[in-house]
Each structure stands twice: as structure tokens, then as C-alpha cells.
């Protein structure tokens, strides 16, 4: 019966008729009257065969169709009680429709030409073809919703003719108590005050009862076309709890009261900051707070300043474009450096390892926690690639050290190594993806992390010790701080003063960005335990041929927005080449912001760095990048440096838009 369905389908002769009416036209014209009455007669005689042959074949394309498929129930079409729409797949012309599917649709007979997609725009029919028995998505038709279910027939002509037989479930009111249940769902959101202590001290009772009302009538103000629940939990922290419904208009809003905030001040001139932590998604109010907790830790590590958003799989980040101010607390540094040793001493080993390629900083953080480590009296080994890494000098000075002759060691000796008992210390990351070996870090269950860059969506989750400060300029300034709880002076090595102070010097652009009091006075404490400043500058030298290919970068950038610089390399280079020409672009007047890509294998490497406004960690995050608002890089996989300049440019023009 298949063979059939070629000879069903074949196109109307409509455009026979036309042709021949035009000839009588064409004869009344030339006077023929007669001849004209003749051909109109025989066109009025062959268009009544025309018409009942279409009759007859759409009956027979019925009863085909009802034969073939259970899509149809059995009986006459127009009693179905489903509107039931035949397409022929490809083209998408309709070759029939029953009549509850013209009633709903506006279809008719007459509409000869039309296709599905005219009838229904966006439809598509790869789903049949593709084995499914159900549209994606709900379809609109007037006023109603329907979901679509459907079957493939297949012809065995030679023309190979498939059609698929659609069928339309009128489901508008449960769509509808669908719709109003998403938008009913409870979001849970923490509103935190960040600077509160520094806002507050020493003010009078008075004076901070008037900067505590200005943050209530602006958080209020702002909460008030949400309709939901504010209360105050304690001095600096707010719970928000409204629904969904409202929450796009938040997100369109980009959550002005970031901004509202800075115009509160203290007596002192201090602008007050905000961060939101919002939850949603979550199938209890418990899950929804959860998240919320999630998104306000986040925040925080991140800088403050800015409103973060966790579903059940994912973060969203709004502002956070102000430069972070330093709310760090030497109480922390203490604490974390005692629950640290403490942690080294029940420990049988203990596995250092920073970021991939790894730089000073991370090879000096290493180096921080290895001097923890022989304080101790534990075994220790640092995880890093001696071939692969930006720090060569270092680590041959390093190795003829007798206290650290066999400390470096591989991925695969790692992993032969540890055992139960063994800890891990990662340093200079708090990505998963980017540590020195991803294996090791999911075989050892203690883990510590010591990093000094905005936390990103994905994070090594739950460590035993965790000092994460992004408002530090490096983490050799942090382990160095652990140092000065932990260890006497004379604890440690020159080596190992020399190597925190090469870290600091590298992330600090030698003392000239994101440097506090704090970075000098660890700076300071390095510089009396024998770290030469002059050692270190030339850790960070170049050879001749270095020299010229870093300037040869920065001759090949080209500016965009009139103060952002890029250079698109399309020849691989060397990781301390491309963060050092980054560098070298800052020092051009008029340029704020420079990026630098090259190709390396599989892989587009972008080095980013600014003085200006321009945040680069939050440009590359949509990249799969990470660092800080003045130093950030990324690794992009499987492109190619013209797409990777074409994303970096539309991420660019995303952060300014925003």
C-alpha cells in the first residue's frame, strides 16, 4: 500500500487551468467569440473532473492514513475529536488536515500553497526524523496551548515520499497552572551589608542609628515592587524572601541597589557596599536559603559588591565592577595558620601544588607551606611539571637547596604515593580545572586552599582549611602571613624568603598594582629574613630574544574602544611573554586595559590585565576565565585566535553594555 502514497501526493493541476483560461481571454481579444466559448467549456468540463479526482484522492489519502498509522482513531476524520494536521516532510507542505484542526488553525481548502511553517512559526518536524514522538515544545495557536505528538510514514516509491501525521492536545489550563506555579516558587535572597564594621567605627549611638535607618529606607524602597518578606536578621544582614515572578525584573533592574548603596556615606565620607545572595529553583524553602548562603559566600570571595544568583546548577553574577578594598582580618590569618599545622601534624604527608604552567607566585606559595611543613617534621612534595612551568630559574636554584634535592615531583608519583592519611595544600587556585593535576586533588579527601583570586562558578568545594582572600595581591603574601603565626625567623630558609618575595613581586607588577599595607609589611618581614630584592629582579629577566618578542607583541596590538589594547598572536609564545607584553601595553598612554592572545596546541591562551575601570576577571569569565578585576587569564579549547578575538570582543562590549 506504501506504493501508494507517491501517487496521492502528487501536485495539484491548478496552474493547467490558468494557462487555458488564458487562451479564451486571449481569443475574446482576437474576436474569436466562438472559439472562446468552445475552449471555456471544454476548461469548465475539465476543471469539474479536476475537482472530483481531488476528492476522491483526499478520501483515498484518509483511508490511507487511517490504515497506516494508530495516529488516527479509526472512523470518519472530521469526527476525531483531536485536530490532526499530515505534513510532508521536507518542504513541510500540507497535503491534509482534518476539521478540527481548520477550526483552530483558520485553515482551508483554498490555502493551497501554504506550508506548516506559515501555519505555525518555528515549527519544525526534525523530531519525526529524528525518532521522537513528541514536540519539544508547546505550540500557540490563538488563544490555546497544545502539545504535539506525531508519527513518520514512510513510502517504498521511488520518490522515497515520507509524511508525518501530527495530532494536537488542547492542554491550555494545565499549561496555565503550570505557569503560575513556576511563577509562585519561592526565592530566598540574603542582602549583606560588607563594610558595616568599617562604616560604623567610632560613631556615636546616635550617628549609627541614622546610617542604620538611610540603609533600611534604601533596602526597603527598593524591595517594595517585589511584594514579599524583609526582615532584618541581624545588625548588617537581611533576609528578602518573594517570588519568582519577580525575579527577571530584579535581573533586568541588575539589581540597582548595588549602585543606591554607594551614595549612603558615613560621617568619615566611607560609601557603604552591598551584596546579594539570592536562591532559587530549590524544592524547599531549606534548599532555597542553601543556595542563598552559597551565593552570599560567593559574593564575598569575589569582592563584594555585587549580587550573585545559584539555581540547582548554576551561578549568575551582577555588578562587583568596583576595585576590592581590603576588609581582611589578621585574626583569620592566625587562626588559619594554627588549624593549618595542625592539620600538617595528624597528617602522614602533606602534597603541595599550585595552577598549571606554574608561576613565582604559585612556586612560592609552595615553597610558604613546605617551610610549615619542615617545621613539623612532616614529609612533604611539591606536584609540578618541570617541564611545563614559568618559573625554570627558580627551580634550579631551588633543587641545589639540600632541604628540598628531591621535593618536586610528578602527577604520576603523586598518585603512587598518597595514601589515606596524606593532605593536600592547593595554592595560587581555587578552580579545579586549572590545578596541577585534577587526578590528585580527587584521590586525597583533606584538602586546603590558599588563593588570592575571585572565586569563580566552579570552585574546590568543601576544604578543611580554606583562606581565601581576593583583596590580597598574591598568595606568597598570604603564605607569608601564615608564616609570621607559625614559624620563628629563623625557621626559614633564605630560599624560601627569596621565592615568596619573587611571587609578590610578579603578581604586584613589582609594587605598583593592587598593593596594601599589608603586602608591604609581608614584604618587609621577607626582606629581613634574607630575601634580596636584586636576587629577585632577576628572576624576572629576558634574554635578548625574549626582549625582542615581547616588544614585537606589543607592536602587533591593535586598540579597541580607544584605551583597550590586543594583541592576536596566530604563532605560539611562551606564558611569561604574554603576561610581561600584557604588562608592557599599561605603560602606553591612553591604555587602560590590554589582552593578549596565542595559540599553544589545542588550546587559545588569553593574558589580561588593567588600570582602569575595565575588570578583566569579570571579561574573561564568560570565556572560562578567572583572576582578579587587575590581573586575569584564560584558556580557551578547540578555536581558533580569530574566534577566540571575536568572543573576547563580544564579552568586552557585554561588560561595557552592562
Known amino acids: 500500500m506504501n506504493k501508494k502514497l507517491g501517487r496521492l501526493l502528487r ?3 491548478g496552474w493547467y487551468f490558468a494557462v487555458t483560461a488564458l487562451f479564451v481571454v486571449l481569443a475574446l481579444i482576437a474576436g474569436e467569440y466562438v472559439l472562446a466559448a468552445v475552449e471555456a467549456g471544454i476548461v469548465l468540463i475539465a476543471y469539474g473532473i479536476y475537482r472530483i479526482q481531488r476528492t476522491n484522492r483526499r478520501t483515498a489519502l ?12 479509526e472512523g470518519r476524520s472530521t469526527e476525531n475529536p483531536f485536530p490532526v494536521l499530515v505534513v510532508r516532510l521536507g518542504d513541510g507542505s500540507i497535503v491534509y488536515t482534518n476539521d478540527a484542526f481548520c477550526r483552530i488553525s483558520g485553515y482551508h481548502e483554498g490555502m493551497m500553497e501554504t506550508t506548516v511553517r506559515d501555519l505555525l512559526p518555528g515549527f519544525t ?18 488563544s490555546r496551548r497544545f502539545r504535539v505528538h506525531g508519527s513518520l510514514l514512510r513510502g517504498d516509491d521511488s520518490l522515497q515520499t515520507m509524511l508525518g501525521v501530527l495530532y494536537f492536545s488542547d492542554l491550555t489550563e494545565m499549561y496555565q497552572i503550570r505557569d503560575e506555579y513556576i511563577r509562585s516558587r519561592p526565592v530566598v535572597s540574603i542582602i549583606l551589608i560588607d563594610n558595616y ?18 540603609l533600611n529606607d534604601a533596602i526597603t524602597l527598593w524591595t517594595e515592587p517585589y511584594h514579599g518578606l524583609l526582615r532584618r536578621l541581624e545588625k548588617n544582614r537581611f533576609l528578602f524572601v518573594f517570588e519568582k515572578r519577580d525575579m527577571d525584573s530584579a535581573m533586568e533592574d541588575k539589581f540597582s541597589i548595588l549602585e543606591q548603596t554607594h551614595e549612603i556615606t558615613s560621617p568619615s565620607g566611607l560609601a557603604a557596599s552591598l551584596s546579594i545572595g539570592i536562591g532559587v529553583d530549590g524544592a524547599t524553602f531549606e534548599e532555597c536559603y542553601d543556595f542563598a548562603a552559597l551565593s552570599i559566600e560567593m559574593a564575598l570571595s569575589r569582592g563584594g559588591d555585587q549580587a550573585v544568583v545559584k539555581d ?55 615553597m610558604g607551606i613546605a617551610c610549615l611543613c619542615r617545621k613539623k617534621g612532616k614529609k612533604f612534595s611539591i606536584v609540578l611539571d618541570l617541564e611545563k612551568n614559568a618559573s625554570q630559574r627558580l627551580i634550579q636554584e631551588i633543587c641545589q637547596v639540600p632541604e628540598y634535592a628531591d621535593a618536586f615531583i610528578s602527577e604520576e608519583e603523586a598518585l603512587l604515593r598518597c595514601d589515606n ?7 595560587d587556585t581555587n578552580r579545579p580545572d586549572q590545578v596541577e593535576s585534577r587526578g590528585l586533588l580527587e584521590t586525597i579527601n583533606k584538602v586546603c586552599v590558599v588563593d588570592h583570586h575571585r572565586r569563580a562558578a566552579d570552585y574546590i568545594d568543601s576544604p578543611v582549611v580554606n583562606l581565601h582572600e581576593p583583596y590580597a595581591s598574591s598568595a ?15 625557621d626559614v630558609l633564605p630560599i624560601e624568603a627569596k621565592s615568596l618575595l619573587a611571587g609578590i613581586f610578579l603578581d604586584t607588577k613589582s609594587f605598583h598594582v593592587r598593593t596594601g599595607e599589608r603586602t608591604f609589611e609581608a614584604a618587609a618581614y621577607l626582606r629581613q629574613l634574607g630575601a634580596e630584592p636584586v636576587e629577585v629582579k632577576k628572576l624576572l629577566q629576558n634574554d635578548f630574544q625574549d626582549t625582542v618578542a615581547k616588544y614585537q607583541i606589543i607592536k602587533s596590538a591593535r586598540l579597541y574602544r580607544d584605551e583597550i589594547a590586543i594583541a592576536a598572536l596566530n604563532a605560539a609564545t611562551s606564558r611569561v611573554l604574554a603576561a610581561q607584553a600584557a604588562d608592557e601595553l599599561l605603560n602606553i598612554s591612553g591604555i587602560s586595559t590590554s589582552f593578549v592572545l596565542y595559540p599553544d596546541g589545542d588550546y587559545v591562551y588569553i593574558s589580561a590585565r588593567s588600570i582602569g575601570d575595565t575588570n578583566v576577571q569579570m571579561v574573561l569569565e564568560p570565556l572560562g576565565g578567572g583572576g582578579n578585576a587587575a590581573t586575569a587569564g584564560a584558556q580557551m579549547k578547540n578555536t581558533t585566535v580569530k574566534e577566540a578575538v571575536d568572543r573576547l570582543v563580544t564579552s568586552i562590549d557585554q561588560f561595557y553594555e552592562n
Open 11 to 13: 501536485p495539484g493541476q
Open 62 to 73: 484518509a483511508a490511507y492514513i487511517r490504515a497506516n498509522t494508530a495516529a488516527i482513531p
Open 125 to 142: 518536524t526534525g523530531w519525526l526524523t529524528g525518532g521522537k514522538s513528541e514536540y519539544p515544545y508547546d505550540v500557540k495557536l490563538g
Open 197 to 214: 564594621d568599617e562604616l560604623t567605627k567610632n560613631l556615636s549611638e546616635g550617628a549609627i542609628s541614622a546610617l542604620n535607618a538611610k
Open 312 to 366: 540547582r546548577y548554576n551561578f549568575s553574577f551582577y555588578g562587583g565592577r568596583t576595585k576590592e578594598s581590603d576588609h581582611r582580618s589578621k585574626v583569620r590569618s592566625r587562626v588559619t595558620a594554627n588549624s593549618l599545622m595542625e592539620l600538617i601534624g595528624q597528617s602522614s604527608q602533606i602534597f603541595i601544588m599550585g595552577h598549571k604552567n606554574a608561576d613565582l607566585d604559585a612556586v612560592g606559595a609552595a
Open 421 to 427: 592519611h596524606s593532605t593536600l595544600v592547593v595554592v
Open 476 to 490: 606568597s603574601e598570604l603564605t607569608t602571613e601564615l608564616l609570621q603565626y607559625a614559624v620563628e625567623k629563623s
